[in-house]
């Protein structure tokens, strides 16, 4: 059972995002075969000719010897978005690039993620906690 039409409404999906921060660091990295044993990623990515990339929590990178540059915050919009709606990604990514915040967003079936630098992660889920507020 897939559940209910997610939102499509850009005003609502602002007002509504209630973004949460996912305890722990986050990596990315990438493997050429399968996933090591041990690791559990949050999020896989087949590339076209790099192999499959993982992000998944930085202890289990460190304990299967992977490979990492970025560490990262998980965020979580809690509003239900669906796959086709309009503006969420552009308006999320562009309040944090304001406040000089990387952004790097993987869409799940119900919420979107949003994998911010793991040092300002707080202060991510604040900049878009008063985006949520301008927009109600």
Same mark, same amino acid.
């Given at each position: ?11 609502? &999906? ?7 921060? @996912?305890?722990?660091? $986050? =990596? +990315?990295?990438?493997? *050429?075969? !399968?996933?090591?044993? /041990?690791?559990?990623? #949050? #999020? ?7 192999? &499959? ?8 990178? *460190? %304990?299967?010897?992977?490979? $990492?540059? $970025?560490?990262? /915050? ?10 086709? %709606? =309009? ?16 952004? @790097?967003?993987?869409? /799940? +079936?119900?919420? *979107?993620?949003? +994998?911010?630098? $793991?040092?300002?992660? !707080? ?14």
């Amino acid at each position: 059972m897939l559940g209910v039409t997610g939102e499509t409404d850009l005003r609502v &999906l602002l007002s509504a995002m209630r973004p949460r921060l @996912n305890p722990g660091r $986050y =990596v +990315f990295t990438t493997v *050429d075969g !399968a996933i090591p044993p /041990g690791v559990g990623p #949050v #999020v896989t990515v087949a590339e076209e000719e790099e192999g &499959l990339a993982l992000v998944l929590p930085q202890q289990e990178a *460190d %304990a299967a010897g992977l490979a $990492y540059e $970025y560490v990262a /915050g998980w965020i979580t919009l809690r509003v239900h978005s669906a796959l086709e %709606a =309009v503006g969420l990604t552009a308006a999320v990514a562009r309040e944090l690039a304001d406040a000089g915040l990387s952004c @790097n967003v993987v869409a /799940g +079936f119900h919420h *979107d993620h949003l +994998f911010v630098p $793991y040092a300002r992660a !707080a202060e991510a889920v604040a900049v878009l906690e008063g985006l949520t507020r301008r927009s109600a």
